[in-house]
Antibody
Framework: VQLLESGGGLVQPGGSLRLSCVAS????????MSWVRQAPGKGLEWVSS????????YYADSVEGRFTISRDNSMNTLYLHMNSLSAEDTALFYC????????????WGQGTLVTVSS | SSELTQDPAVSVALGQTVTITCQGD??????VTWYQQKPGQAPVVVIY???NRPSGIPDRFSGSNSGNTASLTISGAQAEDEADYYC???????????FGEGTKLTVL
């Protein structure tokens, strides 16, 4: 299993960014997927999840209305569109596979860093 | 969303047994998952479900649940167990999951 995130970088407050996560080594279209972030020196924070076919999406209160999760099963790719970014969104964003028979995030990428600063 | 509470830091002498706890209302309904995170690395599952260990995780790691409290026990802690440990479970509210704040384990 491999999850490879990209799209992070430096963005100004109020700006937008799109993160991508390319999956390989498993049947991507059989698993729910999520984004989890970790601010520098802080703990893990669940951000958003999407069901197998993309019909159901979920968001943390802190990003609701600003972030949009989506997936392209034909491309084995997970996305996170982020708008109205603020300094509080600065974090390492991980892509994670929901496995363990629906009990845990059993695979993680190495993360992509988003820095929001002027 | 619900909360999961963990002690910020715990220490253990090399070779001794240590227990890390996680408290929250969601734990009355759902099993906990424990993740280990070492500096600069992504989290790794050490315990999930009803005390299940993924392949490659030493059997010195075990988990238990009682009421609103989940525990991760490391029996005979090794230097390589020094890491941050996070609990995680399904949430009773609208969001699917919630993480604990993490416990920094120091092996002396």
């Amino acid at each position: 299993v491999q999850l490879l995130e990209s799209g992070g970088g430096l963005v100004q407050p109020g700006g937008s960014l799109r993160l991508s996560c390319v999956a390989s080594g498993f049947n991507f279209n059989m698993y729910a997927m999520s984004w989890v972030r970790q601010a520098p020196g802080k703990g893990l924070e669940w951000v958003s999840s999407i069901s197998v076919r993309g019909g159901s999406t979920y968001y943390a209160d802190s990003v609701e209305g600003r972030f949009t999760i989506s997936r392209d099963n034909s491309m084995n790719t997970l996305y996170l569109h982020m708008n109205s970014l603020s300094a509080e969104d600065t974090a390492l964003f991980y892509c994670a596979k929901w496995g363990c028979d629906g009990a845990c995030f059993d695979s993680w990428g190495q993360g992509t860093l988003v820095t929001v600063s002027s | 969303s619900s909360e999961l509470t963990q002690d910020p830091a715990v220490s253990v002498a090399l070779g001794q047994t240590v227990t890390i706890t996680c408290q929250g209302d969601s734990l009355r309904m759902y099993f906990v998952t424990w993740y280990q995170q070492k500096p600069g690395q992504a989290p790794v599952v050490v315990i999930y479900g009803k005390n299940n260990r993924p392949s490659g995780i030493p059997d010195r790691f075990s988990g238990s649940n009682s009421g609103n409290t989940a525990s991760l026990t490391i029996s005979g802690a090794q230097a390589e167990d020094e890491a941050d440990y996070y609990c995680n479970c399904r949430d009773t509210n609208a969001s699917p999951v919630v993480f604990g704040e993490g416990t920094k384990l120091t092996v002396l």
